[in-house]
């Protein structure tokens, strides 16, 4: 039993200090530009990249800026994807949340 204990500590303990909230996300992508990305709600350097992005199939389109990690946008297709959002709640007002993706839902071809 004293094995497992001594394993299981550190690990209990990294996630009982966890400075980070996560929840699923839905988000519908069309478009990505090269230039002329909006830096409202980005910190740090303005990205060479941004997507134009929704959060659900009748919502406004709006530039974004953060990455996903581990999606690659391919041209003339739309997307609805699922991510996971990780928000620090340290208190630190300038991280921006992180995104990654757990499904793209479907890739179609705009009519």
């Known amino acids: 039993m004293r094995p497992v204990l001594f394993l299981l500590g ?7 200090c966890s400075q980070t909230r996560f929840e699923t996300q839905s988000l519908w992508v069309d478009k990505a530009y ?13 990205p060479d990249k941004c997507l134009r992005v ?15 990690k581990g ?4 041209e ?13 709640i340290s208190g630190a007002m300038d991280v921006p949340p992180s995104y990654t993706l757990l499904k ?3 890739k179609t071809k705009p009519q």
């Open 10 to 16: 550190p690990f209990l303990l990294l996630v009982g």
């Open 34 to 46: 090269e230039t002329n990305c909006p830096s409202i709600g980005y910190i740090g350097p303005k």
């Open 54 to 68: 929704r959060v659900s199939a009748n919502d406004t389109w709006y530039g974004f800026s953060q990455p996903i």
């Open 71 to 74: 999606f690659e946008y391919e």
């Open 76 to 88: 003339g297709y739309l997307y609805e994807l699922q991510v996971l959002v990780g928000y620090d």
């Open 104 to 106: 793209a839902v479907s």
